[in-house]
């Protein structure tokens, strides 16, 4: 896997995390600097640190926007306590203070009304903890744990070495409602990065919040204020788009990278965090001794983007004396056509044969979704076609990880020497850990679906497009031009009028096109791919697309045990390399340590 020097990496203004490995704000504003630490310094991990690999063309490089953006705000004002303050990244070039009809219009959350709007200004966990407990707002709190270096053994690296943990906390109704208030923060007393996301339920949006210092000013010794960082829509507005907290919240929500069991890096039922294996700081906190498990976190999260975007979606079709009018459609395709947002999962099985039970279990279980979208084909569109299971024998996969020099490594840090802080041979704890399609993509095509704003022809037309890749797949996104031509539409007597529209636009390019060969739809272009299923009779067009996904899922069950092993795990690496290099998606790798080097090609 591709390595990057730490004198690559930026300490990141603001940097946050916020679920699943993570959520993550960033503000371009401090000077780069190689990290070289001993093993007692950074005892928690420096949470602002992120491990940023730059490699594709089109997206300036963390160096390039730091310039550009400390050229901008050389002049911003020292920023005094005391008062509410906003910095949007994308739009605002200095941290300035809100009017009070700004405050009025937009901030209108419980964080908000219960704290920041009376005065009240929490400069750490334990005063925030301390001042929604006692706002009157009668929430429950449950407290999380992640760290992707969490299950790394002591023989490897000391319990005081970074480990990247984060809290997560959340306040809601109930332990398993959608939560009102999340709080995202470095464990061990450490309050230098503090992010608040909180549900504005009279404009059905979430409020994102930041303590920070002002811009170019240095982050632990100014003085820091809390600033609203945006609200949910701008995750969707070109401005800010990929910018702040929208890049990783790239649907404005919260967010959990590892959304399904059994949550790589998470304190879950299933693996749960040792307080031997963390920082003596942080065993002690009541936090941390009153932890729950990423189980329940799951259904948190779930039910608040599912609440987001069914208003998100009810908003944009209306009806009007018996016809609905559609709104935004180039946004509802975008969920089709790309991944607005990735997530990941895993086998069920330990990577290292001595954590299993029984000891030394073979690897089964590789996920569906990392086949084909699954999820929507099978399970949303009903399609019939088997995947066999795939099983590696136990000693096939370990000689597999040590004759491929598999690896995890700590590069965020260094030795005096330059080398990386630590590194543990093997993979992530579970085997097999891929990027696969996120649950918000899956449930909006599934709400589109029942709305009949798609029918199942089209949706399988799209994602038979380049179906093999059910993730970062640039023939498929290319036919979001065709989307983006497409802003309304009709629904009349239950027919809508955006698939006959977009696949009109699509056949009019496609006419110009060089013929293919269907049987060898790979050497197709993204516009004869969809028109092969859209082309195709209403009562034949289902079989077809059953027998091409079988034919292909038979010739991955057809290769030997060792053809098997070696073409999933090079795809599985090709598919991690991807993750690290698509546009917006790659600002979800916060940390060296989410995934294992290899001497495999990217």
């Known amino acids: 896997m591709h390595k990057i020097g730490l004198a690559k990496f930026v300490i990141l203004t603001a940097f946050i995390v916020f679920v699943s490995g993570s959520s993550c704000f960033v503000s371009h504003s401090l000077p780069a600097q190689a990290l070289t630490v001993t093993q007692k310094q950074f005892a928690i991990g420096n949470f602002q640190l992120r491990s940023s690999q730059e ?20 002049n911003c004002a020292p920023v005094e306590s005391g008062k509410i303050f906003r910095f949007i990244d994308g739009i605002d070039s200095c941290v300035a203070p809100m ?3 700004e405050i009025g219009e937009n901030l209108n959350d419980p964080f908000a009304t219960a704290i920041l709007r009376k005065g009240i200004f929490p400069d750490s966990v334990d005063a925030i903890v301390t001042e929604i407990s006692n706002s009157g707002l009668n929430l429950q709190q449950a407290n999380y744990l992640l760290g992707e270096g969490s299950q790394i053994p002591t023989t490897v690296a000391s319990r005081e070495e970074p480990r990247n943990l984060r809290y997560v906390l959340t306040w809601g109704t109930s332990p398993t409602s959608s939560a009102q208030i999340l709080l995202n923060a470095p464990p061990g007393g450490d309050s230098s990065f503090l992010q608040v996301i909180s549900w504005n339920a009279q404009a059905k949006r979430y409020n994102f919040y930041e303590f920070q210092a002002q811009v170019g000013e240095t982050q632990n010794i100014s003085t820091r204020v809390w600033a609203w ?54 065993a002690q906190e009541q936090i941390f001794q009153n932890l729950k ?33 559609l709104a935004n459609v180039n946004e509802m395709l975008r969920h089709l056509t790309t991944n ?38 099978k399970t949303a569109l009903n399609l019939n076609y088997t995947i066999e299971p795939v099983q590696f024998k136990r000693n096939d996969y370990d000689n597999y990880l040590k004759i491929h020099n598999f690896k995890l490594v700590q590069s965020d840090f260094q030795k005096p020497d330059g080398s990386p802080l630590y590194e543990q041979e093997g993979s992530t704890y579970f085997a097999f850990f891929v990027p696969v399609p996120s649950a918000e993509d899956l449930f909006l095509l599934t709400q589109m679906r029942s709305a009949k704003i798609f029918t199942d022809k089209f949706i399988a037309s799209l994602l038979m497009v380049d179906f093999k890749n059910p993730v970062f797949s640039e023939k498929r996104t290319s036919l979001q031009q065709y989307a983006e031509q497409i802003t309304t539409g009709t629904i009349i007597n239950g027919v809508s009028s955006v698939p006959d529209e977009f696949a009109n636009k699509v056949k009019a390019v496609a006419a110009s096109q060089p013929d293919c060969d269907p049987a060898n739809s790979d050497t197709c272009s993204g516009e004869q791919q969809f028109l092969f299923t859209w082309n195709l009779p209403d009562d034949q067009w289902k079989t077809s697309v059953q027998q091409r996904i079988q034919t292909y899922l038979d010739e991955i069950n057809n290769l030997s045990e060792s053809e098997q092993l070696d073409r999933l795990m090079r795809l599985a690496v090709k598919r991690r390399s991807q993750f690290q290099s698509w546009p917006t998606i790659k600002n979800l790798q916060e940390f060296s340590l989410l995934f294992p080097q290899t001497d495999l090609p990217q």
Request: proline share 6%; glycine share 6%.
């Open 229 to 282: 960082a945006g609200d949910s829509p701008m995750a969707r507005v070109p401005q800010t788009m990929g910018h702040g907290c929208f890049d990783c919240h790239h649907n404005g929500v919260v967010i959990m990278k590892e959304l399904a069991f059994p949550w790589n890096n998470w304190h879950s039922q299933r693996a749960k965090i040792s307080p031997l294996n963390v920082p003596i700081a942080v």
């Open 340 to 377: 607005t947002t990735i997530n990941f999962t895993s086998t069920n099985i330990e990577s290292n044969g001595a954590n299993t039970s029984p000891a030394n279990s073979d690897i089964s279980g590789i996920p569906n979704d990392f086949f084909l979208w699954d999820s929507a084909l």
């Open 293 to 325: 498990g990423a189980e329940i976190l799951e259904r948190v999260i779930r039910s608040g983007f599912q609440t987001y975007h069914q208003n998100w979606l009810r908003d944009r079709v209306k009806n009007e004396e018996g016809t609905i009018r």
């Open 55 to 74: 490699k594709h063309p089109k997206v300036l490089t963390i160096p390039q926007e730091r310039t550009l953006v400390a050229q901008a705000n050389a």
């Open 99 to 101: 009017t009070e009809q």
